[in-house]
């Protein structure tokens, strides 16, 4: 994920959804990354839990690329789901969409436009 802040997204990392709770209740983000990769029960209940409060776009990370888990993830409010291997540069391609398709305008500072995205693990 550190990668990310060399293509010039802002990164923010949760160890877990408590911790994501706390992130997300004192800033906002353009988008959360949630990386379920160990877990994915634990990664569609962090789906279920944090978009309907905070109605960010989310991708979920996983381990499996079948349909199913594909399916399940959607259902548990995912925009976006990635099974490993997947590429980086698409989920870079993913998350830029994601982000510009919701309309949340981006975070800035002083080197110029950043979306931001919250890692939760």
Do not use: K
Request: hydrophobic share 40%.
């Amino acid at each position: 994920m550190t990668h990310l802040g060399e293509l010039g997204f802002r990164l923010t990392c949760a160890e877990d959804i408590n911790e994501a709770w706390r992130i997300l209740a004192r800033d906002s983000y353009d988008a959360i990354i949630v990386e379920a990769t160990a877990d994915f029960a634990e990664g569609c209940l962090a789906c279920r839990s944090l978009r309907p409060r905070f109605g960010v776009p989310m991708v979920l990370l996983g381990s499996r690329n079948d349909p199913r888990t594909r399916l399940n993830s959607y259902r548990a409010g995912a925009d976006v789901y990635m099974g490993a291997p997947f590429d980086f540069m698409e989920l870079v391609a993913r998350l830029s969409g994601i982000v510009r398709r919701s309309h949340r305008p981006a975070i800035t500072d002083a080197r110029g436009g950043q979306e931001r995205a919250l890692a939760a693990r």
